[in-house]
């Protein structure tokens, strides 16, 4: 089965931009893995922010937005705050009707 | 007010069955496909099933294809995980979690509940 990478962990100052990726063990993300992005913070249910690679979702802020850049699925957070300290997935959808999440970012906002 | 509530999940010995269930409001329940994903303690989320809006195309992850079945009424706005021959590696918090999109092929989630959890432990 294909492994979905990511980053373990990130690190971003208060204010800057930082870009995640979500990568595929054999080939490239594209369009049509239908790649999303859930943000989740501990003890709490994640968060959607990204569907269908760039959609986002119902009340998430502008700064968030994804692309795909490369062969990869991306993530970028600009004007980064406190409150964005968070565990992030990625998700990619495989033809065959099967999902499979990525490992997970921890994002340090210091 | 979009909401997915889930029910069922409780401490079980290795081997035993246990059923969740998942209360979908605040949207019309039958034009979306529904999951199911778990997260075991500290560790990411998994994918666990899908199915579609009429309940007629499942499909599952390889750790529980042939142990967990996933079903919906779609008259109790309602969908199930029925688990079987549980495994200490299935513990974890079970979350539901809606489509992104009514009708039309499966896009990824975007409304999740708080999840439901599930320990196998002897």
Redesign the interface.
Same mark, same amino acid.
């Given at each position: 089965q294909t492994v979905v990478t990511q980053e373990p962990s990130f690190s971003v100052s208060p204010g800057g931009t930082v870009t995640l990726t979500c990568g595929l063990s054999s080939g490239s993300v594209s369009t049509v893995h239908h790649s999303s992005w859930f943000q989740q913070t501990p003890g709490q249910a994640p968060r959607s922010l990204i569907h269908g690679t760039t959609i986002r979702s119902s009340g998430v802020p502008d700064r968030f937005s994804g692309s795909i850049l490369g062969s990869k699925a991306a993530l970028t957070i600009t004007g980064v705050q406190s409150e964005d300290e968070s565990d992030y997935y990625c998700l990619v959808y495989f033809v065959g009707g099967t999902w499979v999440f990525g490992g997970g970012t921890k994002l340090t906002v210091l | 007010e979009l909401q997915l509530v889930e029910s069922g999940g409780g401490l079980v010995q290795p081997g035993e069955s246990l059923r969740l269930s998942c209360e979908a409001s605040g949207f019309t329940f039958n034009t979306y496909w529904m999951?199911w !994903?778990r997260q075991a303690p500290g560790k990411?989320? !998994?994918?666990v099933s899908?199915t579609s809006t009429d309940d007629g /195309?499942t499909?599952y992850?390889?750790s529980v294809k042939g142990r967990f079945t996933m079903s919906r009424d779609n008259a109790k706005n309602t969908v199930y995980l029925q688990m079987n021959s549980l495994r200490a590696e299935d513990t974890g918090v079970y979350?539901c979690a809606r489509d992104? /999109?009514d009708y039309g092929a499966?896009?990824?989630?975007? !409304?999740?509940? /708080?999840?439901t959890t599930v320990t196998v432990s002897s």
């Open positions: - | 999951y !994903v990411g989320l !998994v994918w899908q /195309r499909n992850a390889d979350y992104s /999109r499966p896009y990824g989630m975007d !409304v999740w509940g /708080r999840g």
